[in-house]
């Protein structure tokens, strides 16, 4: 006759089967992590065309920045800004690294200063189409960098912000999608040749999972400025009173600096509690904006308010240039079946309004546009890692 184990044991065996069960799901679930980051790494490129929307909103921002002030460069960048003794002793670091020194070296040429400045807008244009972008980009930042460092006092924190994303977007093939390198690689597609020519074809020249490997880390870095910059701003405002009192969109629209519109600033603080609504969803939204990304619906959500905010920092704030900036990079988070989706709806539109029979396209059914990319045979969920899911 068998003897019944005492409670003591049975515990004591319940406790070690608990362990191993346990032990064995956290190993299940670090490979599964693992498994799921090496494959949305390496198994495709991701946000080609939010990279691509990116692109053209950064370069318009340099464009726009550049036309916005030819008529003042040589006051503000050139010899007329010799006032502020940045020429001779600069502030910044960038100023005399090379050849991000070159503007800061051709600052008291006017002449000089102003091919170089032309220079600039022509690599901003091409780097808005796509044409070249490998070198067009190598110039602009060189450029560009070496502008803003010319004199500190006519920058302001979007101008770093930009820096480092362009730092980022040299790891990307950021002219995948909607440029002309893309018609370029399309018309010579499986042409051949030696890496110089496959280079200058816009054809590979390095194999396909390092080329995935860099752009999609380099998305990494990209929305990790995104999150610093978003949470640590909220958190920093929510310990002043104008925040966590309600008025704080009401003061910077009303001061004379940054006011180019009092009469619809006026107009839109006009309501006392929309004032407090629109501080208050603000500071939430920027607060939760990484977490806000995991889930479908809390990310339109986010997106919606961040690109409301920036809208109401360009107009209101006479600040267009610093948006642009911002949205650019906010664009990563928005999945490439959707601007999909939008261009797709854009071009049908333009072509209806030729008035010519358009050939019937079967509509693409609502749980297809919600279904993840289909550069993989994972699904989202599968294969990206929990903050940028929304890549």
Known sequence: MTTAPSIPVRL????????????????????????????????GKHAQYGLAVTRMLL??????????????????????????????????????????????????????????YVILG????????????RISLVVMFILWVGLVEVNELVSDQSDNLTRMVMLAMFFTACADRWSFD???RERFAGTGGNVLVRWSRFQPVLPAWSTS??????????????FFIYVSGAMYKSGGDPWSGGWAIY??????????????SALVTAWGPGVAAMTAVTLLVQLGFPLMLMRRGTRIVALIVVLGFHLGIAVLMGLPWFSLSMIAIDAIFIRDITWKAMA???TKTWRSTSGKAQPTVAATPA?????????????????????????
């Open 344 to 346: 797709g709806g854009l």
């Open 182 to 184: 893309a018609r370029r």
């Open 251 to 264: 003061d910077p629209i009303h001061t004379v600096q940054f006011g180019p519109w009092p009469e619809l």
């Open 213 to 226: 490997l860099a752009q999609n880390l380099a998305i990494i870095v990209m929305a990790t400025h995104v």
């Open 122 to 133: 022509i690599a901003a244009v091409s780097f808005i189409v796509g044409y070249r972008t």
């Open 367 to 391: 749980a297809e546009l919600d279904a993840p990319e289909t550069e993989s045979a994972t699904t989202e969920s599968e294969r990206q890692p929990a903050l940028i899911a929304a890549s």
């Open 12 to 43: 004591k065996n319940v406790v070690t089967s608990l362990i191993g069960r346990g032990f064995a799901g956290l190993v299940s679930l670090v490979r599964s992590l693992i498994g799921q980051g090496e494959s949305w790494l390496l198994d």
């Open 59 to 116: 370069g318009a921002t340099v464009l726009g920045m550049l036309l916005t002030n030819w008529s003042t460069r040589l006051y503000t960048f050139a010899s007329g800004a010799s006032w502020t003794g940045q020429h001779g002793s600069p502030t910044s670091e960038f100023a005399s690294i090379w050849p991000v020194n070159i503007m800061v070296e051709a600052a008291t040429n006017d002449t000089l200063f102003t091919t170089l």
